[in-house]
C-alpha cells in the first residue's frame, strides 16, 4: 500500500492519533482511505482536515471523531492486517509449490527433450555411417564389374584371334568371299521364310483372286485368324495338279501357332489331304523327304508302333529325344 500525505500525518498528530494507534503506514493509509470518503474527497488528493468533520461521520463532537478513528486503526491493526499477512502467506506458499512443480515438470520436460536430440544425433550418425559403407561397397562393386569386363574383353580378344588365325589358315583368299557371301544368303533366307507357310492340297480355285478366302477358311479350323501380307500359288498351272499355297503373315509366332494347331485339319471333312508346313529352304525339303520316306518304311515294318518325326529324326513317339 502507498505512504500516506503529509497533510494526514500532521492531522493526526495534532489531534492525538499516535504511532501506538496507528502504527503501521498501511493502517494509517486505510484510516486516511475512510475519511476521505467521508468527507467525499477521491483518494488521489490531497487530504483536506477541514473537510473531515464530526458531522460529516455521524459523531457528536471531535473527541468521538478521534474515539471512532481510534478504534478503526484498532480494528486494522490487530484484526485485518493479519488476515492479510495470513492471507498472502497461503498465496505464497501456494504459489511457490506451483513454481516448484512447473520447474519440476519443466526439468523432466528438458530432460527428454534433451535424450531425444541424443537419440536422434546418434541416428544420424548410424545413418552417416551406412550411408559410407554404402558408398565404399558401391566403389568396391564398380571396381569389381570393371576388372571383369576388362577380364572378358581380353579374353575375347584373345579368341578373336585365334578364330582369325585359324580362318585365314584354313581358307584361301579366293574361296572366303565366296562362303561368306552364300552364308549371308543364306541367313537372310531362313530369315525372310520364318514368317512364311506353305500350303498343300488345296484345290485350285477357277480365279486367283479367291485364293486368300480358301486359306482363311482353312485358318478358321485351328481357330486363328490372322492378317495376310500376301498369298499366292508357287509353279505353273497344270490339269489335275493342286499347286502349294505360299501365305506371307506379319511374325513367326503366328506361323509357330498355326502349325501347332494345323494337326487339327486331320478331323475336318474335305480337309483330309490339306497339310501346312514351314516354308523350307531346298536342302531342307531333300531332308524332309528323306525323313518322311524313312517313317514310311518304319511304319510298315512295325505298324503297331507309333512313330513320327521330331527335331529332325523319326523316333517312336512313346521316346523321349
Known amino acids: 500500500m502507498e505512504k500516506h500525505s503529509n497533510a494526514f500525518t500532521q492531522w493526526c498528530e495534532s489531534n492525538g492519533l499516535t504511532d501506538e494507534a496507528c502504527p503501521s503506514a498501511s493502517v494509517m493509509k486505510a484510516v486516511e482511505c475512510l475519511l476521505n470518503d467521508a468527507a467525499c474527497q477521491s483518494h488521489g488528493n490531497n487530504f483536506d482536515s477541514s473537510r473531515v468533520t464530526a458531522a460529516k461521520l455521524n459523531t457528536k463532537n471531535k473527541p468521538e471523531l478521534i474515539n471512532m478513528i481510534q478504534n478503526y486503526a484498532w480494528f486494522c491493526h490487530m484484526v485485518v492486517l493479519p488476515y492479510v499477512v495470513e492471507v498472502d502467506a497461503e498465496l505464497y506458499k501456494d504459489t511457490t509449490k506451483k513454481l ?24 544420424q550418425e548410424a545413418l552417416l555411417s551406412c550411408q559410407e559403407t554404402v558408398i565404399t561397397l558401391q566403389g568396391s562393386l564398380l571396381s569389381e564389374k570393371s576388372k571383369k569386363i576388362e577380364e572378358t574383353m581380353s579374353s575375347v580378344k584373345e579368341e578373336l584371334k585365334g578364330y582369325a588365325a585359324v580362318v585365314k589358315k584354313s581358307c584361301t583368299a579366293s574361296l572366303a568371299p565366296r562362303k561368306l557371301q552364300a552364308a549371308m544368303v543364306k541367313a537372310s533366307s531362313v530369315e525372310d521364310r520364318s514368317s512364311n507357310l506353305i500350303f498343300y492340297g488345296l484345290e485350285e480355285s477357277v480365279g486367283e483372286e479367291k485364293t486368300e478366302d480358301v486359306v482363311l477358311n482353312v485358318l478358321e479350323h485351328t481357330n486363328e485368324k490372322p492378317k495376310l501380307v500376301s498369298c499366292r500359288r508357287l509353279g505353273e498351272k497344270k490339269e489335275g495338279k493342286k499347286r502349294p499355297v505360299k501365305v506371307v503373315l506379319h511374325n513367326r509366332d503366328m506361323v509357330r501357332s498355326i502349325l501347332a494347331r494345323s494337326g487339327m485339319l486331320r478331323e475336318v471333312e474335305g480337309m483330309e489331304d490339306v497339310y501346312i508346313c514351314p516354308d523350307r529352304t531346298v536342302e531342307e525339303r531333300s531332308e524332309r523327304k528323306r525323313l518322311v520316306s524313312k517313317l514310311k518304311q518304319q511304319r510298315e515294318t512295325e505298324p503297331h508302333v507309333k512313330w513320327g518325326i521330331v527335331r529332325g529324326s523319326v523316333i517312336r513317339r512313346d521316346e523321349k529325344k
Open 100 to 123: 516448484e512443480e512447473t520447474e519440476n515438470k519443466l526439468e523432466e520436460v528438458t530432460g527428454k527433450i534433451n535424450s531425444m536430440q541424443e537419440t536422434v544425433i546418434k541416428s
